[in-house]
């Protein structure tokens, strides 16, 4: 147990707990959908996410990579963008799911927030309290991801800065961080270290619900299955998981994306 964070909650200065009764009902809410809006393609991906069992749409319409140059493909260069957040609208309109669907900066929460009902903040944004501070001010919900470095307090000390600005409607949502390396090329063991362990250790400071994201923890949709059964046996609130029609030809994160069949399994 974090001492520091312990010594914090024995004398009353953590504000990181929320009225489940006045948020976002995020118990077993189960998000699904392809890494990124990749075409017209989201529409009927949206209809069959809601027959799989999920709560919510996941797509980026702005999607960060690694190596952005490899990601230009025919005409996506991390991600749609605005058409991207256009093609969400309709599959919004068209499914009836809400949409999950990152902000990676202060000065798009108008555009983004057009189409979001969530706001997720990607691992890349987990400390950017420009950020963090806007959407304290906002009524949209936010999942914000784990860092793949972000200790306890990190964790903790983020989701404190949305909650303090007002914004009530959190959760934490866990996607693995950094372990052995991981040399997927060679020997196929995990893309990030799976961080299940959080969520018990999360749930001693705070009730703030826990999304596990089962996908990018293991990077491997052989793992995803067993992953998000022992995430929600442990205490996950719910999770978010990345689903594709064709999973080999996504366009971002291939490895780790699952069939329709295995996500209607996980989500029975």
């Not at 420009?130 to 307090?153: E, F, M, Y």
Request: one cysteine or more; a negative charge.
């Amino acid at each position: 147990m974090n001492e520091y964070i312990q010594s914090l909650k024995d004398q009353g200065k953590l504000n990181i707990s929320i009225d489940p009764n006045e948020t976002f009902n995020w118990d077993y809410f189960k998000i699904a959908g392809p890494c990124s809006v990749e075409g017209e393609s989201i529409i009927e991906i949206a209809k069959e996410m809601k027959r799989c069992g999920a709560d919510a749409l996941r797509a980026g319409a702005y999607k960060p990579c690694t190596f952005p140059i490899t990601k230009e493909t025919n005409g996506w260069k991390e991600g749609l963008r605005k058409e991207g957040l256009e093609l969400l609208k309709i599959a919004k309109k068209e499914s009836g799911l809400p949409i999950v669907t990152e902000v990676m900066d202060a000065s798009m929460i108008d555009e983004v927030g057009e189409v979001a009902d969530v706001f997720q903040i990607g691992t890349r944004n987990f400390q950017n309290y420009t950020l963090l501070d806007a959407l304290g001010k906002q009524d949209t919900p936010v999942l914000l991801k784990r860092g793949t470095w972000g200790t306890l307090d990190e964790i903790l000390g983020a989701a404190e800065r949305i909650l303090v600005g007002g914004n009530r409607n959190i959760a934490i949502c866990l996607r693995g961080v950094v372990g052995m390396p991981s040399y997927r090329h060679i020997y196929p063991t995990t893309r990030w270290a799976p961080d299940l362990m959080m969520i018990p250790a999360l749930k001693e400071f705070t009730n703030i619900p826990i999304i596990y994201d089962p996908s990018h923890a293991t990077g491997y949709r052989k793992f995803v299955e067993p992953v998000s059964n022992a995430a929600m046996a442990i205490g996950a609130d719910g999770l978010i998981i990345e689903s594709h029609p064709t999973p080999d030809l996504s366009i971002s994160d291939p490895a780790q994306a699952i069939d329709y069949t295995t996500l209607s399994r996980i989500f029975k």
